[in-house]
């Protein structure tokens, strides 16, 4: 039986106080190009903390503030409160 797709959703959708890996970004090579030099590279772990139309991360140790279009490109998959 083959495993199931990890569910992914993008990053606005993220509850706050949850942590996801990065799986995928979406967008122009500009855009993935600069979220990459932010952290948000695939497989990083990034805990929302707050927001819906700003989304409020904590990556790497940092805080960073992302727009909703930009919160939009990072696909992620939610990772279990026993997981982090």
Request: aromatic content about 2%; charged content about 15%.
């Amino acid at each position: 039986m083959p495993a199931s797709p990890i569910p992914l959703s993008p990053l606005c959708q993220l509850p706050a106080g949850s942590t996801g890996r990065v799986c995928e970004l979406t967008g122009d090579d500009s855009f993935c190009q600069r979220v990459r030099e932010m952290g948000f590279g695939e497989a990083a772990l990034v805990t929302k903390i707050s927001g819906s139309s700003t989304s409020l991360c904590l990556v790497n140790g940092t805080r960073i503030a992302l727009n909703h279009r930009a919160a939009m490109s990072i696909l992620v998959e939610q990772l279990p409160a026993s997981a982090r």
